[in-house]
């Protein structure tokens, strides 16, 4: 079984890469540390309720919609 914070980085990379976005970009729009982002979407961050929100409203997302299918 794939561990929560890999399946998560993994929807986080591919909602990046269709918006466009660098990693730069989705941490200016999360209001994030540019360094955080390759972190999240590695799998090595164990992040909090208000970072999951502050990356939903970024990709103008729900949260249900940014956690569909994790």
Do not use: W
Request: no cysteine; proline share 1%; hydrophobic share 40%.
């Amino acid at each position: 079984m794939e561990d929560i914070k890999v399946k998560f980085g993994h929807r986080i990379k591919e909602l990046r890469l269709l918006k466009g976005y660098s990693q730069e970009k989705l941490a200016e729009l999360s209001d994030l540390d540019r360094t955080y982002i390759p972190g999240i979407e590695s799998g090595k961050r164990n992040i909090s309720l208000v970072v999951i929100e502050k990356i939903a409203k970024a990709f103008n997302l729900s949260l249900s919609e940014l956690l569909h299918n994790i």
